[in-house]
């Protein structure tokens, strides 16, 4: 099946054509790609008309295998114990151990669930007019920060330790004029090609082009 072309915006149909190449490169890595491209029908809360979503930037996935690793034990120490209950009587009656599986099934499905969300909606948008940071800590609480492309002065990034360098994920730090807000973005994939990205992005925009 082809592939269906995507949709360029008009505002970036005479920029630099290396410029939107990379980007569609950034979202050449497959359907469970972190990247979005020029997403269509995307909003977020302050969005001016006319304004155009270039990117959108998810935690690279390898940031939670802790939590998968967590989601799992939950689930297999109960029915280890289960498994050994007609031979060892720690707790007393079967009935409890599968009290533990129900407990431990229903714990680890609000792990999951979280977990799933947390990379869903923890998201790092760059518009051709601002970066937008939105970070979903847990059901109860997320927190939304800003920055004009004007304020920003310079765009740096770092590959953490061995996972880091063998998944090709890491942090880009954003530092704004005055006293706006800094961005520490965590655990990004390919780091380096979302800081050059944004370093083009900011070019054209001085220049005037968008």
């Keep these: 099946m082809m592939r269906k072309k995507k949709r360029i915006p008009n505002k970036f149909s005479k920029v630099d054509k290396s410029f939107v190449n990379r980007l569609l490169l950034e979202e050449s890595h497959g359907p469970l790609s972190s990247y979005s491209i020029f997403p269509k029908k995307v909003d977020f809360y302050g969005k001016d008309p006319g304004e155009e979503i270039v990117l959108i930037a998810r935690t690279h996935w390898i940031y939670f295998v802790p939590n998968i690793f967590l989601t799992i034990l939950i689930l297999i120490v109960p029915l280890f114990f289960l498994a050994l209950s007609d031979q060892i009587e720690l ?3 079967k009935t409890i151990y599968i009290g533990m599986v129900i407990a431990g099934m229903v714990l680890a499905l609000n792990v999951a669930i979280t977990t799933i969300l947390k990379w869903y909606y923890t ?9 937008v940071v939105i970070r979903m800590e847990n059901a109860f609480y997320h927190s939304y920060a800003e920055a004009q492309l004007e304020k920003i002065e310079d765009v740096t990034h ?4 061995i996972i880091g360098n063998f998944f090709d994920a890491g942090d880009v730090h954003i530092d704004t004029a ?5 961005f520490h973005l965590k655990m990004l994939p390919r780091p380096r090609e979302l800081q050059d990205v944004i370093n083009d992005l900011l070019e054209i925009k001085q220049k005037g082009d968008i």
Excluded at 123 to 131: E, F, G, H, L, M
Aim: glycine letters at 20%; a negative charge.
């Design 91 to 93: 707790l007393g009656s």
């Design 178 to 182: 005055g006293h706006g807000v800094d």
């Design 158 to 161: 770092t590959n953490i330790g």
């Design 123 to 131: 998201v790092n948008i760059v518009t051709d007019q601002r970066i």
